[in-house]
T-cell receptor, first 116, second 115 residues
């Protein structure tokens, strides 16, 4: 089965350090999402791209977060500087163009980030 | 604005019991998609079903069934004859075409199936 690959799976870093999370979407999928999951806030949309163009990043703290898709096979999410409140699981998901078929967005396994 | 409400935060059942998870959504759009995802203890999010707003037919897949009712803005999910492996958090999500097709998730319902 095709899958969305996220790296790293786990990251522990000190406050103030830069964190980069990477995502390889499924080949042929033109929509990519970044979500953050915490116990308090649940699943929050941070940013998403269609055909590599950012469509919405309103859920992302702009002063410290940035999301890019340098090419169709790579999406990145950076936090600089990181803070303890950024500790969460970050998910990447990809999907094809919408239609009436019973597709579902495919999620990666997530990156568990701990900022100490 | 769109919103998804899963009023049940946790449900505990004994194996072989049926369990129904409620999902109520809010949107003024006429074109939208509804999803259910499963998040087992391992943490990944597993796609279960997608339904578009023009198709109100109920769906059955093995022990899983879904009841979509536009009149009450609900998309409920039933697990029949639950098994321990069904223990997970289940999320309902709404995808609006007008909003650029981004998923808005409900808060999730944790299902615990006891042997």
């Amino acid at each position: 089965d095709a899958r969305v690959t996220q790296t790293p799976r786990h990251k522990v870093t000190e406050m103030g350090q830069e964190v980069t999370m990477r995502c390889q979407p499924i080949l042929g999928h033109n929509t990519v999402f970044w979500y953050r999951q915490t116990m308090m806030q649940g699943l929050e949309l941070l940013a998403y791209f269609r055909n590599r163009a950012p469509l919405d990043d309103s859920g992302m703290p702009k002063d410290r977060f940035s999301a890019e898709m340098p090419d169709a096979t790579l999406a990145t999410l950076k936090i600089q500087p990181s803070e303890p409140r950024d500790s969460a699981v970050y998910f990447c998901a990809s999907g094809p163009s919408t239609g009436l078929a019973n597709y579902g967005y495919t999620f990666g396994s997530g990156t568990r980030l701990t900022v100490v | 604005a769109q919103k998804v409400t899963q009023a049940q935060t946790e449900i505990s059942v004994v194996e072989k019991e049926d369990v129904t998870l409620d999902c109520v959504y809010e949107t003024r759009d006429t074109t939208y998609y509804l999803f259910w995802y499963k998040q087992p203890p391992s943490g990944e999010l597993v796609f279960l079903i997608r339904r578009n707003s023009f198709d109100e037919q109920n769906e059955i897949s093995g022990r899983y069934s879904w009841n979509f009712q536009k009149s009450t803005s609900s998309f409920n999910f039933t697990i029949t004859a639950s098994q321990v492996v069904d223990s997970a958090v289940y999320f309902c999500a709404l995808d609006l075409k007008a909003a650029g097709n981004k998923l808005t998730f409900g808060g999730g319902t944790r299902v615990l199936v006891k042997p």
